[in-house]
Structure formats: structure tokens, C-alpha cells
């Protein structure tokens, strides 16, 4: 991913152009095949936007998105409907990702049909290769359910069979779990894990929750107000992050009690920025304890490297 850039236009009557939301803005990294690896970051800053981008749902309106060599970018028909086959895809809420009118058998075979894969019997046996690979057995008792007949975290475990019919080399798992009640997130955080690693997908994994990260991926980024402020291999981020806003949402995790004066001080004032007109400098400066006045407020940081393979777009780490 490369300076992606994806900024709506907004339009008043259809055609006056009032302003932009500028999602993604300038945000660049790679996953290597096989990898799990994280985006992090509170609700509106952008994640979502960049996910449908990646999955080739929204256009980029600047960089570059190459996928096994080939740019995003100029993919389209046929081309663009293989890249989607090599890239699953997890949403966050299962009952609004399946067709409430088709059984499970249905939502599992249409991928399959769209993609050209013929005779009933080998869609068949995948369609049931899948629904054992996500622990919902026997397959031929729950294929001819409905959603709604399964509860929340069955529903996500048929969406996960979804996005591994086709075989796909990455998925993009959208807050796969924040809709679901707290006692099935796990094994459906597991069972993405067992999947990754069993058929060597890269996963891009995708959340607010800063918790769910260590035992889950290698490489973590945290995106603020549509841009990647810090990206390092989990344990450096963890242990040492050199963002102030990550050191605020950590510091956050680490204290359950809402009303403490330490958590209150430290985790971060005020509400994520609008992406429609964003602060100018570095993005996090109205909310940083330690902005310098005259620099952060007018200039955003470039991106910094203080220790190999992690890095921080702050000023302070120049
Ligand atoms: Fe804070 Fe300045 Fe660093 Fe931004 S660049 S995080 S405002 S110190
Ligand atoms: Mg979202």
C-alpha cells in the first residue's frame, strides 16, 4: 500500500462541491504473504474506508494498492473480479453481511457459482470443507438453516467460510468481533488465528480494541484521523510505543476504572477530528499532551525510525 490516498467528495444538490472527507490519507505499509498484522484505531479515523479500498469497493483517489505485483488501480472486469476472489472478506456485523433469504447452503454456493466454479458436486464438497474448517458440523444439517435460525457467533463462523471458499490468499477481517457477545469473541478470534496460520493467509485484522492485539498478530499500526501514526512489530509497540497517542490508549487498556485521575489525565482529551476538515500539522496536536506550539500545529511530522522496523510520524522522535 502506497501513499493511499481515499477521499470522498461531499456535494450539496448533487453538485456543489462543499468540502472532502479525506479517509485514507497518505497511508502506506506491506504484508507480506502469510502475515497477520493489525490496524488499530477508535471509531471513525478511517479504518473501514481503508479496508473497502484494499478489497477494491472504494477507488483510491491517489497512490497505489499492488497485490501479488499487479496495481489495484488499474484493475477492472475480469481482473478485478480475480483479485476479489484472492481476498476474503470479514465484516463486522454477520447478520447484515448474509442474505436473510437464502439458506446457508445458498450464501456459501453463490461465491462459488460467480466464480466459475462448475458441478454441483465439487461446490458441494467445498461447501462442506468449509463449514468443518469453522466448526459448524455436521455441514448437511447446517447448510439448510438461515441466519437468522444461528445465533451471532455462528453467523460470523458462516461468514468466515464465506470469505475461505474461494481459497483466498489475505482476508480482511473488519472488527470481526465487536458485535458479538464478549464470550464468543475469542473463538472467533481464534478461529481466524487457526485459519491464517493453517493455510498461510495473510491477514489483515482490524479493530478499536488495543486488548485483542498481541496474541493475535505480528505487526501492529495504529491509524489516527485517516493516517498510520505508528506501525512495529507487536511487542515494540506494546512495550514501547513512541506516539503519545498510542502511549494514551495503552495507558488507557492497562487501568479497567473509568473514574481514575491517573487514566483520566493520560488518555488522550476530546473527541477523534472530523475527517471533513482535519487538524492541520499532525492530526493528534489538539489532543497531545505534549505538542510543541509553533511546530506540531502547523507542520505533520514526517515518518521517523528510531528503532528497525517500528515506526512514528511524531516530532519528538526526530
Ligand atoms: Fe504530539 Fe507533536 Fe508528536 Fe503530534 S507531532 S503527537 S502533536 S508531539
Ligand atoms: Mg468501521
Known amino acids: 500500500v502506497d ?4 477521499h470522498f ?15 485514507v490519507d497518505n497511508v502506506s505499509f506491506s504484508l507480506d504473504s502469510g502475515e497477520a498484522a493489525t490496524i488499530v484505531g477508535e471509531s471513525g479515523c478511517g479504518k473501514s474506508s481503508l479496508a473497502r479500498t484494499l478489497l477494491g469497493l472504494h477507488r483510491p483517489t491517489g497512490g497505489d494498492v499492488r497485490f501479488a505485483g499487479s496495481s489495484l488501480t488499474n484493475l477492472q472486469g475480469k481482473t478485478l473480479k480475480a483479485y476479489r476472489a484472492k481476498v476474503g ?9 448474509l442474505p436473510p433469504y437464502m439458506d446457508i447452503r445458498r450464501i456459501l454456493e453463490e461465491p462459488l457459482i460467480i466464480h466459475g466454479i462448475s458441478g454441483k458436486e465439487e461446490r458441494q464438497r467445498r461447501i462442506k470443507e468449509a463449514l468443518k474448517e469453522v466448526g459448524l458440523e455436521p455441514p448437511h444439517e447446517v447448510w439448510r438453516k438461515f441466519p437468522h435460525q444461528l445465533s451471532g457467533g455462528q453467523q460470523q463462523r458462516v461468514v468466515i467460510a464465506r470469505a475461505l471458499i474461494l481459497r483466498p490468499q489475505m482476508i480482511i477481517a473488519d472488527e470481526p468481533v465487536s458485535m458479538l457477545d464478549a464470550s464468543v469473541r475469542v473463538e472467533i478470534l481464534e478461529l481466524l488465528r487457526h485459519v491464517q496460520l493453517a493455510h498461510g493467509i495473510a491477514l489483515l485484522y482490524i479493530t478499536h480494541d488495543l486488548s485483542t492485539v498481541r496474541h493475535y498478530a505480528h505487526r501492529a499500526m495504529v491509524m489516527y484521523a485517516g493516517r498510520i501514526i505508528e506501525q512495529a512489530p507487536v511487542d515494540s509497540l506494546l ?3 513512541l506516539h503519545p497517542y498510542t502511549g494514551a490508549l495503552l ?13 483520566q489525565r493520560r488518555v488522550p482529551k476530546g473527541e477523534p477530528p472530523s475527517l471533513v476538515s482535519p487538524p492541520e500539522g499532525c492530526r493528534f496536536h489538539p489532543r497531545c499532551s505534549q505538542v510543541m506550539i509553533g511546530r506540531c500545529e502547523y507542520f505533520a511530522p514526517k515518518e521517523f525510525q528510531p528503532r528497525i522496523g517500528h515506526r512514528v510520524a511524531c516530532w519528538l522522535r526526530g
Open 251 to 263: 495507558a488507557a487498556l492497562s487501568d479497567p476504572d473509568p473514574a481514575n485521575a491517573r487514566r
Open 9 to 23: 467528495e461531499l456535494r450539496q444538490w448533487g453538485f456543489l462541491r462543499i468540502g472532502s472527507v479525506q479517509a
Open 3 to 6: 501513499r493511499l490516498q481515499t
Open 239 to 241: 512495550e514501547r510505543p
Open 89 to 97: 472478506y470479514v465484516q463486522q456485523d454477520p447478520y447484515g453481511a
